[in-house]
């Protein structure tokens, strides 16, 4: 076992004994990044090449999902994306530690990328069933390790809430259980989501604008500074984003979610589970993750220093090894 991943097992231990951020049903504790703020490695040629693995399609209800199958080992984990994002987004060094002892589903949500519209509403409960039907699709009848980022966490929760049967450990990465209780983005943050779900500004802006725009979402403005050139070098989702898309579902599905909120029910989650944030997140601030390592019975929490919104992309190999570190060390047990 490496360096990286006996410090996050010793901290975990430590939290525990010392009841560090603890309360009477759960542990956390944080976990910060490996990396200096600005030590990034961006040689895709040494990640997956998630552009180079043949996309699938299978029927599901009233949509066809586009998803891909990769790497190895007797665990598979889901991944769900955050808002407007299609498959390919995800950072191909993590993909690449990920798969290493995985086998991983990435897919398209409803309406993005080559994942049809269908008919049916845009709500969190509508994406959580699609994903539950995705799995049955591919005949996949274990239970199945689940991983949401941002919007996608939502449809990680709702998925865990309403279909326990699917979901073995859970991790929810830039997540928020919603009601009285969440801490909203800061303005500008909310007007960079107006942009980009924007169909006439859209067609005035070119690519290179549309992902600062992105960026802006994702990173921290230092961190934006000591990387000038992160346009370049983030790996490419294959199209813009589709701003009708978007709308929906951060202009729809997103803020009912939040409205009501989950908080009420995360109590009963079962699965083992781990909350990772970045501590410079402003599109779903840190208290979010806090409200939910405190709710879900057994939690892990995790806050990557110096990570924003897109800590994953900031710091890929290390965030791999704390999800790894997370799904070899958990068991689940029904309580």
């Known amino acids: 076992m490496d360096a990286a991943v006996t410090t996050v097992l010793l901290l975990v231990f430590i939290a525990i004994s010392t009841n560090t951020m603890m309360s009477s049903n759960y542990f956390a504790t944080a976990i910060f990044a490996y990396s200096k703020p600005n030590q990034v490695n961006y040689d895709i040629t040494e990640g997956l090449d998630i552009y180079n693995i043949p996309l699938k399609k299978v029927h599901v209800?009233?949509?066809?999902?586009?998803?891909?199958?990769?790497?190895?080992?007797?665990?598979?984990?889901?991944?769900?994306?955050?808002?407007?994002?299609?498959?390919?987004f995800w950072d191909p060094h993590f993909l690449k530690v990920l798969s290493a002892n995985n086998s991983v589903i990435v897919f398209d949500s409803r309406g993005i990328g080559n994942t049809t519209l269908g008919n049916k509403p845009f709500t969190i409960s509508q994406?959580?069933?699609d994903t539950a039907g995705?799995?049955?699709?591919?005949?996949?009848?274990?239970?199945?390790?689940?991983?949401?980022?941002?919007?996608?966490?939502?449809?990680?929760?709702?998925?865990?809430?309403?279909?326990?049967?699917?979901?073995?450990?859970?991790?929810?990465y830039a997540s928020s259980c919603g009601g009285k209780q969440a801490t909203p983005p800061t303005l500008a943050i909310l007007k960079d989501f107006a942009i980009l779900g924007n169909p006439e500004i859209q067609k005035k802006m070119s690519y290179v604008q549309n992902v600062r725009v992105q960026g802006d979402l994702l990173f921290?403005?230092?961190?934006?500074?000591?990387?000038?050139n992160y346009v370049e070098n983030l790996p490419k989702p294959g199209e813009l984003i589709n701003p009708v898309i978007l709308k929906r579902q951060a202009f729809n599905a997103f803020p009912s979610f939040i409205q009501t909120g989950s908080c009420n029910l995360i109590g009963t989650i079962k699965a083992p589970t781990l909350v990772i944030v970045g501590t410079e997140d402003a599109s779903i601030p840190v208290p979010n993750s806090l409200v939910l390592a405190e709710g879900i019975p057994g939690a892990w929490?995790?806050?990557?220093?110096?990570?924003?919104?897109?800590?994953?992309?900031?710091?890929?190999?290390?965030?791999?090894r704390v999800l790894q570190t997370f799904l070899i060390t958990t068991t689940y047990t029904s309580r």
């Open 220 to 228: 921290p403005k230092k961190w934006i500074q000591e990387n000038p």
């Open 61 to 88: 209800g009233d949509i066809d999902i586009a998803y891909k199958t990769f790497g190895k080992g007797n665990n598979t984990i889901i991944l769900i994306n955050g808002a407007g994002e299609n498959m390919n």
């Open 127 to 129: 994406f959580a069933n």
């Open 134 to 172: 995705l799995l049955d699709a591919l005949k996949i009848n274990k239970k199945v390790d689940v991983l949401g980022f941002s919007l996608g966490s939502l449809t990680a929760q709702e998925l865990t809430l309403g279909h326990p049967d699917k979901v073995n450990k859970l991790i929810l």
């Open 301 to 320: 929490l995790v806050q990557i220093h110096g990570g924003g919104h897109g800590a994953l992309w900031q710091y890929p190999d290390e965030f791999g």
